[in-house]
């Protein structure tokens, strides 16, 4: 019998998840051991159980997809990620590559496309969807350093990781006390960091901060 590959399945939607789940533990080779619904948890759960694949959309409470993914291939460097999202930019595609993503499907893509995604990227190799394959991503992909990275050309590209990472929790509706639990950071540091934030992107009100937070993809408008 071959070995059955083991994965975590990380969306903020519950139906999404059983849909997901049903698929692959309907095939032989595959299974999925966990599920979770947003991006700290996916770290833990990752960390501990040691899957061979995870799944994850870019658009999570608590902590996005790219980050998890960057946390993760530096402690776990074997770690298959294949993002599954809504998101076809290339603001979100470049960086979710970067990051070291192994594969980027759409949620409009049929169960076929994940499954050949979620083969070849088993037998190391890198899958894109058909539906985003336009010149700039493969000239992207090409290049002889994916790890290069741009410089940043607008007020969001140049906030920080930790900054972008308040900005999410902040326009999920978190209290300053919420946010320095979940970041391991005193409450001052998370208050001198929104106020750093509005500075930076000129804007003077939490309602300011969210609708940013939605026009740059960092939490679900829903």
């Known amino acids: 019998m071959s070995k059955k590959h083991s994965i975590i399945l990380v969306d903020d939607h519950s139906i999404l998840r059983a849909g997901l789940r049903s698929i692959l533990n309907s095939r032989p080779n595959l299974e999925v051991i966990a599920e979770v619904d947003n991006g700290i948890d ?45 998101h076809s ?14 594969s980027y499907i759409l949620k409009d893509d049929s169960h076929e496309e994940l499954l050949t995604a979620i ?12 539906s985003i394959c336009g010149n700039n991503v493969q000239e992207y992909l090409n290049t002889s350093n994916l790890s290069h990275k741009p410089k940043p050309s607008t007020a969001f590209s140049a906030l920080t990781k930790r900054e972008k990472e308040i900005l999410k929790l ?21 208050d001198k960091h929104r106020t750093n934030l509005m500075k930076k992107l000129g804007l003077h009100s939490i309602s300011n901060l969210t609708v940013y ?8 408008p829903n």
């Open 89 to 102: 930019g290339d603001e979100h595609i470049h960086p979710a590559l970067t990051a070291g993503a192994n």
């Open 170 to 190: 902040i326009a999920e509706g978190y209290r300053s006390k919420d946010i320095a639990e979940l970041l391991s950071i005193s409450i001052k540091t998370v």
């Open 213 to 220: 937070a939605i026009q740059n993809g960092l939490v679900n």
């Open 119 to 130: 083969e070849i990227v088993l037998n190391g190799k890198i899958y894109l969807s058909p």
């Open 42 to 86: 996916a770290v833990k759960t990752a960390l501990l159980l040691k899957p061979d694949l995870l799944i994850t959309d870019l658009s999570m409470p608590k902590k996005n997809g790219t980050d998890v993914i960057i946390e993760l291939k530096k402690r776990l460097p074997e770690l298959k990620c294949i993002v599954l999202t809504m």
